[in-house]
């Protein structure tokens, strides 16, 4: 059976590359003509022009008024007084007080160990990262208090891990003032 299918197979194969195949191939063309109009002599006829009967074509224009100077004298500048800023814009603006630092660590690993050791709910704990001497310190922030009394009273409240690392007060005025002023909130 498969002797017989391949045998077939080329029999059909080979009729298709025969050489008396024969395709009819039918062209067709197609001519159009077109006619060309007579050309006839124009109907109306242009008189001869003399050149004593032209005119040359002379625009008259009216003289330029002269331009009007104004003078414009300047007005005098209005006063401007300064004011001190309202109690409004006063309580808008934060305010820069003191806070705790806590310790300096060289990895943001540690940075993150520590911060969760610190009270979350009761006071802001931030980061503050700097280059001193060439090397990389995190230092740790605790509170946001309105004197530095304030502040060292607080550091009697940290937990005893704390206060064994001799935590100390700082002014968030220094910070912002500093060579790296950012601080990033951690809680």
Known sequence: MKKIAIVGLSVVLSGCISSEYITDVKSESHREDYRTAKVEKPLLSQPKVAEQNVQPNVVNTAPIAEKQVVKVTPKTKPS???TPPSVKQ???NARFGYTIQVVAVGDQVKVDQFARKLPQH???IWENYKVV???KWYTILFGDYAT???AQAAIAQLPSDFRTLKPFVKSIDSIKNS???NLNKLN
């Open 80 to 82: 401007v007084s300064i």
């Open 90 to 92: 006063n309580s808008m």
């Open 122 to 124: 009761e006071q802001p």
């Open 133 to 135: 001497n060439g090397t």
């Open 148 to 150: 530095r009394s304030e």
């Open 179 to 181: 060579e790296y002023p």
